[in-house]
């Protein structure tokens, strides 16, 4: 499989990045590692023996940092892309539960959820894309802006971007997603850009965006490649 041991998402609510470091279970017969998989990051848990692996917090979302009592409860730090940083529970008989709720201006502001797509590079390879589309626009062809993220190791996923979320607010478009050269796919598609970034990874983005414009009417200019952009980052 080759998913990331770590956390490999890119996000503009934290200074600094850094993974968790594994720990053992209360029994010592298996060690709980963050994995990035496909623009998200959960908690896995390996067993010692090598026997299997088992997920203790999957699905779309970021946990960002995550803490073992004696009793072998977890404590996970978790954003989604429409909810910024909570903690959760994760009882020993892995039942799941949030146990803060530190965002209470959520309630007076208008919080828009991406839309995933998955677009095909010139050779095939499937890649990964988000469209947010404006939370209020007057406008029959709103904006769109292009999110680039550097690296070429980072990663966009399933995580809360206050930047994204502002420019939504304001009646724009983002677009944004991983090319090959992101982490969270395996090591080939990670490697993919070695020796020639710039090159195949700069095609896949203009086919995030491609796949961007086909899902939306936004107003346009043309660039050089003659694709709609209005703003590019």
Do not use: C
């Amino acid at each position: 499989m080759g998913r990331t041991a770590g956390d490999a998402l890119a996000s503009d609510l934290r200074g600094g990045h850094a993974s968790a470091s594994p720990v053992w279970t209360a029994d010592d017969r298996e060690i709980i590692v963050q994995v990035s998989d496909e623009g998200s990051t959960g908690l896995r848990a390996f067993a010692r023996d090598g026997s299997g692996t088992r997920t203790l917090a999957g699905g779309e979302r970021h946990v960002f940092g995550f803490s073992r009592a004696n009793d072998g409860t977890l404590a996970f730090a978790v954003s989604t892309p429409t909810m910024p940083n909570e903690i959760g529970l994760i009882e020993p008989y892995d039942g799941e539960r949030l146990i803060s709720s530190v965002n209470p201006w959520l309630i007076e502001k208008i919080v828009v959820a991406p839309r995933r797509y998955r677009p095909r590079a010139d050779d095939g390879t499937i890649l990964d894309g988000w469209l947010m589309a404006p939370a209020r626009s007057n406008e029959e062809h709103p904006p769109l802006v292009l999110e680039v993220h550097g690296g070429p190791h980072a990663a966009y996923g399933a995580t809360f971007f206050f930047e994204f979320q502002v420019l939504a607010a304001q009646g724009i478009a983002v677009a944004y997603g991983n090319p090959r050269g992101s982490q969270t796919y395996g090591h080939a598609y990670a490697n993919a850009a070695l020796g020639d970034w710039g090159d195949l990874d700069a095609g896949d983005v203009l086919r995030i965006l491609d796949g961007a414009l086909g899902l939306g009417n936004f107003g346009h200019r043309a660039d050089r490649f003659g694709r709609r952009i209005v703003a590019a980052s």
